[in-house]
């Protein structure tokens, strides 16, 4: 037989006995975790494949330098580097509350001389509108400065709306042309207001009209405190500023024209206020990437100007707390930095650049679209404008305020005045370099330590996200700041009038 072993039939018996439920779903679970097991194992080596190669690509991104393609996959996307921060309903209110009551007229008076530059005098007058209202005075049309530094001969009427200044306050101040003739003669009190007064100081000051019918006051600027105002004076400074103080038909229709034609080319713009103007940079004793002559020019030039108190400036140490203007360099490194293509259009609102285009070359290397009032207006547009410095910069402010992007190398007047506003229509996109904190970047590129790239603008990036016009309440004094330091030391009003003339609509009134 080809088989030797026998028949046994309890084997037969034990073969055709079923499996336990148990025991078959013990079977069936170690199955499909040996299947689950082999899936996932492959589906890993595919990934470490794919993760090379994309490895791979990200390294040949890099080599082939395409410095756009780069910052655009590293930092903001497309409309993210121009939309508006989210308001969360805010919007203007400066409407009267209900116990407000319209001006009557008076036979007290006030005359006043505006002092520095454009918006230093619209800031001051605004203030005035209110310290007028305070005081119970009519207000005569303010002269405006000729004595400073840049000798503009304007008129209040060369770059204001007189009429709509007027007529808008009516209810508010009664404003007039000049004093009437009877009183022109007549001795008037001189008064230096005090700088951040409050409403109470004003209040006792109305002694002087039993005395004199006419106070005169040679200077404007800052001449109220920022806080603890009543909320209605608070709102008719933003009404004197926003709405009565428009610049003079001129000066807003070639305004407009200007910001057109910006749009016609690229549809958006960063509107540049770039501080770096011989003036500036001698009066803040910043000569940090100048030469020699250059620095001894500007210190010169500070020594001989009367009205500027301090002559001795050490320069590093300026640069280093953030009291210096961005070089034009600084500005191209932090655009890029922070996801600007170089292709974007940049309108620079300056006056005269010391050193003249040779200082422009690092930031027109990044962006080629550099242009300036004189490119964009024919000679005889401007010709009206030619040596008036207040009337050019009134066309720079409308450019800047209108902008899809305002960035300031500088916290100056202008700088403030343009924020503010821009927080008043809707918190555009306003981007306020850290200089303090940027100092370290710059000289770490400077010293070949960091390059220009990802890891650059990732950290510029970070340093900047609450720096880019989000709403959000005026800054008060640091804790401990007292005395006038804390005046200095808080938020300007003008800079950023939220609460008071920025609300949600249950609060409008």
């Not at 200077?219 to 709405?243: G, V």
């Not at 910006?262 to 103007?277: C, D, N, P, W």
């Not at 996801?339 to 027109?364: D, F, H, K, R, V």
């Not at 005395?483 to 030391?489: E, K, L, N, S, T």
Request: proline share 4%; charged share 25%; hydrophobic share 35%.
């Amino acid at each position: 037989m080809a088989y030797s072993r026998a028949f046994n039939p309890r084997r037969v018996k034990f073969l055709s006995r079923k499996l336990h439920p148990i025991t078959f779903y013990l079977v069936l679970l170690v199955a499909f975790f040996l299947f689950t097991l082999i899936y996932i194992s492959r589906k890993g080596l595919e990934g470490v494949g794919q993760k090379a190669a994309s490895s791979e690509e990200i390294r040949s991104e890099r080599v082939q330098g395409d410095d756009d393609i780069l910052h655009s996959k590293v930092i903001m996307q497309g409309e993210q580097l121009w939309t508006p921060s989210f308001s969360f309903g805010l919007h203007p209110c400066v409407k009267p509350t209900s116990k407000y009551k319209a001006a009557q007229e008076t036979n007290r008076f006030i005359t006043v001389r505006s002092n520095g530059g454009l918006n230093q005098m619209r800031t001051g007058i605004s203030d005035m509108v209110a310290v007028a209202r305070i005081m119970n005075a009519t207000l005569v049309v303010p002269q405006l400065d000729r004595r400073s530094f840049w000798k503009d001969s304007s008129s209040f009427e060369d770059i204001f709306d007189v009429d709509h200044f007027i007529n808008n306050l009516e209810r508010d101040v009664r404003v007039i042309r000049e004093l009437p003739k009877g009183l022109e003669s007549i001795p008037h009190a001189r008064r230096h207001f005090g700088s951040w007064s409050s409403m109470g100081y004003y209040e006792e000051l109305t002694h002087l009209f039993k005395d004199y019918q006419v106070i005169h006051v040679p200077k404007s600027d800052s001449r109220l405190a920022n806080n603890d105002l009543p909320l209605d004076i608070q709102r008719l400074r933003c009404r004197a500023l926003y709405q009565a103080l428009h610049f003079s038909p001129p000066i807003e229709i070639l305004g407009k024209k200007l910001v057109e034609r910006l749009r016609s080319r690229k549809g958006k713009y960063i509107a540049l206020h770039l501080r770096y103007e011989k003036d500036m940079l001698s009066f803040t004793g910043c000569t940090y990437g100048l030469t020699e002559a250059e620095s001894e020019e500007l210190r010169i030039m500070r020594e001989s100007t009367s009205h500027w108190k301090v002559k001795k400036i050490n320069s590093t140490e300026q640069r280093n707390e953030g009291s210096c203007p961005l070089t034009p360099k600084e500005v191209g490194i932090f655009l890029r930095a922070l996801g600007y293509p170089s292709s974007t259009l940049i309108y620079i609102a300056a006056g005269e650049i010391y050193g003249g285009s040779n200082q422009l070359l690092e930031l027109a290397s990044r962006f080629p679209n550099l242009i300036f009032k004189e490119t964009l207006a024919s000679a005889e547009e401007l010709e009206d404008f030619t040596d008036h410095a207040s009337q050019t910069a009134a066309l720079d402010y409308i450019i800047s305020v209108e902008s899809d992007v305002f960035v300031p190398s500088y916290s100056g007047n202008m700088a403030r005045a343009v924020e503010g506003h821009r927080r008043f229509l809707g918190h555009r996109r306003t981007i306020s370099p850290d200089r303090k904190g940027l100092v370290e970047v710059f000289d770490r590129i400077e010293s070949r330590e960091m390059n220009e790239g990802s890891s650059l603008s990732r950290k510029v990036r970070k340093m900047h996200e609450n720096r880019q016009g989000a709403p959000r309440i005026r800054r008060t004094a640091a804790p401990g700041v007292r005395g006038r330091a804390r005046f200095r030391d808080e938020e300007s009003f003008y800079e950023n009038p939220y609460p008071e003339c920025i609300c949600t609509r249950k609060r409008q009134l």
